[in-house]
């Protein structure tokens, strides 16, 4: 549904006639350009040929390759999370995990959560007929498979969980204001070379440049003996294997802008935190793009148990503690309605103003669409229920960046390496509570802890892969019939 105070302009349908693939006679082709909320700028295209009745719709993106790729987990719990919106570039590579089916890149779709499981169980029955005479076995396992799908769309095998994986960064779900811990979550990645190539971001190694002769390869060149290189003091690290970091110290070493693959780089400092720890803070920086970028890490050993710390905030001075959120820090603040998941921002060394600051930019971009000027262009389809909705949380947010709320922060980091700063310290500060609890299994597993072995691994007799009850299945096969009915 087209929002009423969208430009009419921006809606125009662009009519084109086109060739039908199927009857090989003239059919039309119709263009829209629209913007899909918690999303960007899209290209909807629909095409039908009046001949032979044969009809195709698909999306693409009209904004440009993001920074970096982006990876979606989205848990379904209920049946009204089948009607999720979703946004399926081209690019993205999706898997049901109940199924451990994975779903290749094909064409880009701007659907719901049923949509998207009900076109794969579509796609699968396409040919059954053929392969239960020439593989049997492949007929009946992807039989099953179809089977677990069509319980999915329907609602009847719940809950079940969706990723989706797209190195471009143009692929989304649609969040809710009323989604709790462990519903969704949100990462981003640096894109491989190769995945770089793939999206025409960098050359192969057989590309030309524009003189006809062989393009030369931009990526550097690594050399371990080159990995520090010499800054304007002389070698400022050409003795790190043999020492200590230096505290405070800026460390430069070249890497490979995720943004243009051009050489850029990456500066590395350790900071020591005031009854808390080490920590280093990384930030890249590409002069050929502007590529900006920066993480924080944490050292030491992996305690045996969790901490959780809960702050109250209470006036405006109190948004101008540090505070540290590691990547695998879960965030929420109760009444605001906020829950941000593990790896969601990945590690930052701010202030709790800044940090809420950072959530509500991000998230009102993503819903709300902000423009450079600071003009809001609501979705086109946004349904005017969930817009003010929306509005609502933003207020609130709001208000708690400008100190006018009290609130509260909590962090859970099942590695204890997250920190918020006391006024009172080294005594106990009345505003912030810290309690020690046990990580959860799958914490463990998430964590890759279940995996460790620290004494008697190289006697370690390798154990037999367990089953787990599910039938093997052909991937590749299924990889195979997958491509050819969705690329079909």
């Known amino acids: 549904m087209a929002s009423a105070e969208a430009d009419p302009a921006e809606r125009q349908v662009e009519q084109i006639e086109s060739l039908c ?20 700028d899209v290209v909807l295209m629909s095409f039908s040929c009046p001949e032979c009745g044969f009809k195709n719709s698909e999306i693409q993106s009209a904004g440009e390759i993001q920074q970096r790729g982006v990876k979606y987990t989205f848990r379904a719990d209920e049946a009204a999370d089948l009607e999720r919106q979703v946004v399926k570039g081209d690019s993205c590579i999706v898997r049901i995990e109940d199924v451990d089916l994975e779903i290749p ?9 049923e949509g998207l499981v009900s076109m794969v169980r579509d796609d699968l029955e396409v040919g059954q007929d053929v392969r239960r ?5 492949v007929a009946t396992k992807i039989g099953e498979i179809i089977e677990d799908l069509g ?4 609602g009847a095998k719940l809950p079940f969980t969706i990723t989706l994986d797209d190195p471009t960064g143009n692929s989304s779900f649609e969040p809710s204001t009323k989604d709790g811990r462990g519903k969704w979550s949100r990462s981003t990645y640096a894109r491989t070379p190769e995945q770089n190539e793939a999206l025409g971001l960098a050359p192969g190694q057989e590309s030309e440049d524009v003189n006809g002769a062989p393009a030369t390869d931009i990526r550097p060149e690594y050399h371990p003996q080159g990995l520090f290189p010499a800054g304007q003091e002389g070698n400022m690290a050409a003795n790190v294997d043999d020492e200590d970091i230096a505290e405070n110290q800026v460390y430069e070493f070249p890497t490979q802008c995720p943004g243009c693959t051009r050489p850029a780089t990456v500066n590395m400092k350790m900071v020591r935190i005031p009854h808390f720890d080490e920590v280093v803070i990384m930030a890249v920086s590409c002069d050929a793009c502007g590529y900006r970028s920066s993480d924080v890490k944490t050292g030491g050993a992996i305690p045996a148990k969790g901490k959780k710390i809960v702050l109250q905030v209470r006036n405006r001075e109190d948004l101008s503690r540090d505070i540290l959120k590691a990547e695998h820090c879960a965030l929420s603040c109760p009444e605001l309605s906020l829950n941000v998941e593990p790896g969601t921002l990945g590690g930052r060394f701010t202030t709790i103003e800044g940090l809420l600051t950072q959530v509500r930019d991000d998230l009102k971009t993503n819903v709300f669409d902000t423009s ?12 005017v229920t969930e817009r003010q909705k929306w509005k609502s949380f933003f207020d609130k947010l709001d208000e708690a960046i400008n100190g006018d709320i009290p609130f509260t922060v909590v962090l859970e980091d099942p590695l204890a390496k997250s920190y918020v700063q006391s006024f009172t310290a080294p005594d106990p500060d009345p505003q912030i509570t810290t309690e020690e ?7 463990e597993e998430d964590l890759g802890l279940n995996d460790i072995q620290t004494e ?3 006697q370690a007799e390798q154990k037999p892969a367990e089953s787990n009850g599910k039938p093997e299945i052909d991937v590749e096969e299924v990889r195979r019939e997958l491509h050819k009915s969705l690329l079909g």
């Open 372 to 383: 450079d000027q600071g003009a809001v262009a609501e979705g086109d389809s946004m349904i």
């Open 133 to 137: 005479e020439a593989a049997p076995e």
């Open 151 to 154: 319980k999915i769309a329907t």
């Open 456 to 458: 008697g691994y190289e």
């Open 105 to 113: 890149p094909g064409r880009g779709q701007l659907t719901n959560v």
């Open 21 to 40: 693939m199927n009857c090989h006679k003239n059919g039309t082709t119709r263009l829209l350009l629209t913007r899909i909320p918690f999303f960007r």
């Open 437 to 443: 609890y046990d990580r959860t299994a799958q914490e």
